[in-house]
């Protein structure tokens, strides 16, 4: 009785295991193809001569501005960019 309650708990502990491991392996995946069509986007990009909407609508999912802050007597500003398909880098 206590083997195969033993290995009843090893069965399930394994089982959890594998579900989370197939959770990890699908993030991965999403990630991944999130990635590809990031780089999908900057290729169609890489040759741009200027700046427009379109191309910020594209690639650029929000732009975060902090507060001014004065150091040293110079003024600085963090700007943080958040793209899409990839997040912040």
């Given at each position: 009785m206590k083997l195969t309650d033993a290995m009843e708990k090893e069965q399930?502990?394994?089982q959890?295991?594998?579900q989370e491991i197939a959770a990890l392996i699908s993030e991965?995946?999403?990630s991944?193809?999130?990635v590809q069509m990031?780089?999908?986007e900057i290729r169609r990009y890489a040759a741009i001569t200027e700046l427009d909407e379109t191309v910020l609508n594209r690639l650029i999912n929000r732009i975060l501005?902090?507060?001014p802050k004065k150091v040293d007597g110079v003024k600085t500003q963090e700007v943080r960019i958040v793209y899409n398909f990839v997040g912040e880098l």
């Open positions: 399930e502990s394994n959890n295991r594998m991965e995946e999403h991944k193809g999130d990031f780089m999908g501005i902090g507060e």
